[in-house]
């Protein structure tokens, strides 16, 4: 059993889990799996739980994700 931790939510919000699968990432930030699949071999941060199974931890994919944004003049 995966024991997942929740982020304190703001007003109104409601709590996150700090991992999400595959294809909650994908629909998150809205692309297919296989995009996931390849940010993974540009260095997208996961943990392997199984030999199939990934899980995405939400504030290293959001700092990876900051690093690659492109920010102009």
Request: avoid cysteine; charge should be positive.
């Amino acid at each position: 059993m995966i024991e997942t931790k929740m982020h304190a939510p703001g007003a109104g919000q409601n709590p996150l889990p700090d991992y999400e699968s595959k294809q909650d990432l994908a629909t998150r930030l809205g692309v297919s799996t296989r995009t996931v699949d390849n940010l993974m071999l540009r260095g997208l941060p996961y943990v392997a739980i199984t030999g199939e199974l990934r899980r995405f931890p939400r504030v290293a994919v959001e700092e990876w994700l900051l690093r690659l944004t492109i920010r102009r003049g």
